[in-house]
């Protein structure tokens, strides 16, 4: 039985040599030379991306400025107050003109543990922070410190208006901040907080009543990589550390690691007194029911 041999003239040839330059062609772009960099075809994908994401941003905000209409409307057909924004900010305390005087600062001194993806989480949970203290009646002092090199490029990308935040923002270490102007050293009342402290932080009503602590937080987001990070900067510093007293007061069915908007938020209550003088009654409202053991207060 004889074969029949497909000839050029029916076309698969062309189909397959065109088929070839678009891959070739493909290839090619996603082999982009960026800064003198050749970037493989992974990077170059969210390359794009990221190029896309900047230039939909005005369409997005057009379409959550679309969204509040909407939700603005529903509220007044419910006869629900409306207020302008305006008004909200009107109702803002300003970060100076508070009456809790304690800080909290988040050293962002850890970019070169993280990658990218896990700066642009820190950038989201600044804002989150940030949002949080400047909504409540009683905000603390908050800085946030060493935004400098990848994370000052990733921040001024993702979050471009956090040079007009109502808190300290600077490209300078906590260190150089906080030294004390009475003499060498740094502030005696700064502590660092850390999971892996064999101290504890002392009860709510001695951290409102000197009004005058500094807290420092980790702006590290590593899924535990980096375990003792925390704890070897501030023996590095010489500085007082502790951890939050969850066991004292809770049980938790997961690990102890909370996030940092978390962790913030605890200290912000703790600081100003806005839910009462009690461990326990904090760690209930802000730390996530998921992680909490039903039943187990202490």
Known sequence: MSVNKISDNDGSSEIKETLSQNKAQKDAKLAKVQDGIK??????????????????KSERKKREKEK?????????????????????KSQL??????????????DCDYADYMN???????????????????????????????ISGKLKTIFETY????????????DKHWFEIFMNNNGPGLEPNLIYLSGDSENTVGECSEIQQLNNAIFIIGG??????????????????????????INDHIQMT?????????????????????????WP?????VIPIRKLASGDEQ
């Open 68 to 88: 509040r209409k909407a939700k603005i409307a529903r509220k007044k057909e419910a006869g629900e107050l409306i207020l302008s924004r305006k008004q909200i």
């Open 159 to 170: 979050q471009s208006g956090y040079k007009n935040w109502d808190c300290v923002c600077s």
């Open 254 to 278: 997961q690990r102890r690691i909370l996030a940092i908007p978390h962790v913030f938020e605890i200290m912000l209550y703790a600081a100003n007194g806005t839910i009462g003088q009690c």
């Open 39 to 56: 970037l493989s075809k992974k990077q170059m994908k969210r390359m794009l991306k990221h190029e896309k994401w900047i230039a939909t």
């Open 220 to 245: 590290l987001i590593d899924h535990n990589r980096h375990k003792g990070l925390a704890l070897e900067r501030a023996k590095q510093n010489k500085v007082n550390h502790a951890q939050l007293p």
């Open 93 to 106: 305390v300003p970060q100076r003109d508070s009456p809790c005087k304690v800080a909290v600062v988040i």
């Open 281 to 285: 009654d904090i760690f209930q409202k």
């Open 116 to 146: 990218d993806l896990e700066i642009k989480k820190l950038c989201k949970q600044l804002n989150r922070c940030y949002a949080i203290n400047k909504h409540n009646p009683k905000p603390v002092q908050l800085y946030i410190t060493s």
